[in-house]
């Protein structure tokens, strides 16, 4: 009897709203990737979308899983979670599969797992705690952000080295959020910010490799190269712009149903939406993502402990970097690269790490009540 009663007292604190707009997301992602995966000549994607119903059933198993653990409990074995994602991207750089010039996933007979998604939230979770300690209101210094720094940067070297700089670039974002709602001392910040801007020219002569520079020389100017590096960019922006207002409705799209439409089931899943349900459906998918921040935001406002919110907006950084990159790429708005939008476009890392990492602000939720 009592057992039951601490089921109905969790199942009331269970935030429905914030888990409504995440399936939201999941069901506009369906319709679009059923459209992206059944085209005129598309019959070797088709199991796409059914593997991505089995990825959506583990996410959410994670989702809830996620949420019914202690997010402490997570947080208290962050090293081991760490430690195994580490291991898992020097693995990469010996077993990895390469695949379009990159190897980034570890064949795992039924699946290719990608170590480098998994480590966003690894991240997070192993940042929570140290941030967490530091209670100076004058903001971390210079001995405090030695040890996230160093944490921040095995997985970031061995990110770039796949090569995936997109990723590795959102692994320093999201450190670099947590660290700044921590607060960062001034005199420290500054030159931070000053340094970074003089090594801009160092790192495109010496870090950026030929196609990298390519790719942002294509974004500054589509058209020195249409039927090459130019051609993403360019066939994206023809599908966002043809949707208008109503789009030109469900896999009626030609650029997508046509194939002009590179990577449209992930990284231009985005486009496949604009193009078919147009500028309505578009700002509705933004509308709910921006719902599901603030959401999110709030949790954070109202967590019971500063790991609480810490871990929150960790989490809510990955899936702000993830939409606000890959909408601005499919838009013309910044260069190319290889990042998904979270909880529409086909993948099994990025679907299961995305929603462990939402459930683990559910998590947060459901223990902001003392009683």
Not at 150 to 163: A, D, E, H, R, W
Not at 185 to 199: G, H
Not at 208 to 220: P, S, V
Request: hydrophobic letters at 50%.
């Amino acid at each position: 009897m009592q057992l039951q009663v601490e089921h109905r007292s969790r199942l009331r604190k269970f935030d429905f709203n914030f888990a409504l707009v995440i399936l939201a997301l999941n069901v506009i992602g369906l319709i679009n990737l059923y459209s992206a995966t059944h085209g005129a000549n598309s019959t070797e994607m088709n199991r796409l979308f059914i593997s991505q119903l089995f990825w959506l059933g583990g996410g959410w198993s994670c989702y809830i899983i996620s949420t019914f653990i202690d997010y402490k409990f997570f947080i208290r074995v962050a090293f081991i979670i760490y430690g195994i994602n580490l291991l898992l991207l020097i693995a990469v750089k010996f077993f990895g599969k390469v695949a379009l010039g990159a190897q980034r996933w570890l064949d795992l007979g039924f699946f290719f797992f990608q170590p480098s998604e998994t480590m966003k939230v690894a991240l997070v979770l192993i940042l929570t705690p140290i941030l967490a300690r530091h209670s100076s209101s004058r903001g971390l210094g210079l001995k405090e952000l030695l040890l996230p720094i160093l944490i921040l940067s095995v997985p970031f070297v061995l990110t770039v080295k796949q090569p995936d700089l997109g990723t590795a670039l959102t692994l320093g974002a999201i450190a670099s959020s947590m660290i700044l709602f921590v607060g960062v001392r001034r005199n420290i910040l500054i030159p931070v910010i000053v340094a970074m801007s003089l090594l801009i020219p160092i790192a495109w002569n010496y870090s950026l490799k030929d196609y990298q520079r390519e790719r942002i020389h294509t974004f500054l100017d589509p058209g020195r190269d249409p039927k090459g590096s130019g051609y993403n960019s360019i066939q994206s922006k023809i599908a966002v712009g043809s949707g208008k207002i109503l789009g030109k409705g469900f896999r009626k799209g030609t650029q997508s149903q046509l194939e002009f439409l590179p990577e449209r089931h992930t990284d231009f899943i985005f486009s496949v939406l604009s193009e078919e349900h147009g500028f309505v459906g578009s700002i509705t998918t933004l509308g709910l993502f921006c719902m599901l921040l603030l959401l999110g935001v709030r949790i954070a406002s109202q967590a019971r402990d500063k790991a609480g919110a810490l871990l929150t907006v960790g989490i809510l950084s990955i899936l702000f970097c993830h939409m606000f990159v890959n909408i601005g790429m499919v838009i013309g708005l910044l260069p190319i690269v290889g990042i998904p939008l979270p909880l529409v476009s086909y993948g099994g890392s990025s679907l299961l790490t995305t929603l462990f990492g939402l459930g683990l602000i559910s998590s947060v939720s459901l223990r902001k009540f003392l009683f």
